[in-house]
Each structure stands twice: as structure tokens, then as C-alpha cells.
């Protein structure tokens, strides 16, 4: 934490390019998904979608990354997502994070496992568009392109918890 992310550019579901750096009039939580239609990234998205209000009042930005499934992104969104899902399709963001893939062993990891039973209760598998073996990650961007908070997963449906989300969103605030 502490570095700084160099230009990114991310596209709307419509293909429209988005610079990251355009969305930092405010400090951007930016939770990474697998992929838009993974069942632990699904039901996380939708954890946040419940504080999506607390975290806007806390002065943070909330924007949801994921691969390149427009679609999927675009039903979320249709379907009860209130804050914009975008795609970054080359994975700029999750290199310049190093949010990387995990060890095929993982999925056999009792963890992996409880993580998809959770997160069966608030949504259900989509398609698999992106790297069945991408980490997923969550990260905090202040508005000069620092990196306030940052989270690697290291199996699927590895996320921070809301509490954990809360506390940094307060750091950051305070010091804001």
C-alpha cells in the first residue's frame, strides 16, 4: 500500500472507455471479480450493494471491476446492482495491483469450499467467461491514484470482510 496506480483504462458495459483516474473526485473502493458471473463474487457484490449508501455518506466511491463479460455485468446491474460494473478485459487493474491467479490446489482447499456454500444463499453460478484461476481482490484508490487499502484473494471468494471494509473506509475518511 502506499503505491500509486499509473493510468488504467476501464470500459462501461456499452464499451466506453472509463479512465480510473476520472473516477477519483473521491476515494474508489474497487472491488475485483473472477468474473461477473462467479457465485462468491456475485454474493459479495451484493453485500456491498447493501452499505452501497454508507459507503457514498463515508465520501468513498464504490465501482465493481471484473473481465470482459459485458453481458453478465449488464444483468447484475438490471437486476439489483446499484453501482456501476466495469470490465477491464486486458486485466490492467489486476496487474498493476498484483492481484494474480490462484494455485489450482486451492479449489481443494476446505476454505474454497465454504466460500461457495456462503455465498449460495445470496446468488447463483453464472457462465465462466474469464480464468477459472483468477484471484479475486478489493482495493481502496485515493484520489492521486494511491493505494489506501488492498486486499489479494488467495482462493475463490476470498474477500475482505464488511467489517474489515468499514474500519478502512473510516481510516480513510478520517484522514481525507
Known amino acids: 500500500m502506499g503505491d500509486q496506480i499509473g493510468p488504467i483504462t476501464l470500459y462501461d458495459v456499452d464499451g466506453t472507455p472509463v479512465e480510473l483516474a476520472s473516477l477519483s473526485d473521491r476515494p474508489v473502493l474497487l472491488p475485483l471479480v473472477r468474473y461477473y458471473g462467479c457465485m462468491p463474487c456475485r454474493a459479495f457484490l451484493s ?5 452501497r449508501d ?3 455518506d463515508a465520501g468513498v466511491r464504490l465501482v465493481g471491476v471484473g473481465g470482459a463479460a459485458d453481458y453478465q455485468a449488464r444483468h447484475l446491474m438490471e437486476h ?7 470490465l477491464d478485459p ?6 498493476a495491483l498484483d492481484v494474480r ?3 489450482w490446489w486451492m479449489l481443494l482447499q476446505p476454505v474454497t469450499w465454504r466460500n461457495y456454500l456462503l455465498a449460495a444463499r445470496r446468488a447463483r453460478q453464472g457462465r ?3 480464468h477459472p484461476l483468477q484471484a479475486p481482490g478489493l482495493a481502496i484508490v485515493d484520489t492521486d ?6 486486499h489479494r484473494g488467495k482462493t475463490l471468494g476470498d474477500y475482505p470482510t464488511i467489517e474489515a471494509i ?6 480513510i475518511s478520517a484522514t481525507s
Open 47 to 51: 453485500e456491498l450493494n447493501e452499505i
Open 90 to 95: 486486458r486485466h490492467d487493474l489486476y496487474r
Open 54 to 56: 454508507e459507503l457514498h
Open 80 to 86: 439489483g446492482i446499484g453501482f456501476p460494473l466495469l
Open 166 to 171: 468499514r474500519s478502512a473506509v473510516g481510516r
Open 128 to 130: 465462466i467467461t474469464g
Open 101 to 103: 491467479r490462484i494455485r
Open 145 to 150: 491514484g494511491t493505494i489506501r487499502f488492498l
